[in-house]
């Protein structure tokens, strides 16, 4: 727990200080992404899976892209999560990775 503190604060500092997916909570979508979406990235790209975020050719360039991708890929990976929780993930993935603004 003490090792996630810092984690947590830095996620909220980059979340407020722009984002236009300001209404999703990134700490719940990290566990979201966890549980559904990493290992078959991971079996990609290996390491954490994360290259598939950070890679120079990724395919995602904008906010809406990024949440049309979560969308195919909560559809695709049969994951089940309601628009709150894809927001979530958005809200994740573009504080850690994506960085839109
Ligand atoms: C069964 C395998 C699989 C699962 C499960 C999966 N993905 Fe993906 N993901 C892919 C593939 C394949 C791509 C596309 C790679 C490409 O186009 O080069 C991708 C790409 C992405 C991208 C775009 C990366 C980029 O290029 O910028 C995002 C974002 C993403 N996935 C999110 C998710 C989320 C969120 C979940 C969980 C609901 C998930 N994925 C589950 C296989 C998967």
Not at 65 to 73: G, V
């Amino acid at each position: 727990m003490k090792r996630l503190i810092p984690i947590f604060f830095g996620l909220i500092a980059t979340t407020a200080l722009a984002d236009p997916f300001a209404n999703g909570n990134p700490q719940a979508g990290k566990a979201l992404v966890e549980k559904s979406c990493v290992a078959c990235h991971v079996s990609m790209f290996g390491g954490d899976g994360s290259k598939i975020y950070t890679r120079p050719d990724r395919k995602v360039k904008t906010a809406d892209q990024l949440k049309a991708r979560i969308r195919a890929c909560n559809t695709n990976a049969g994951a089940g999560w309601f628009p709150e929780e894809e927001a979530h993930v958005a809200a994740y993935l573009n504080a850690t990775y994506y960085h839109f603004k």
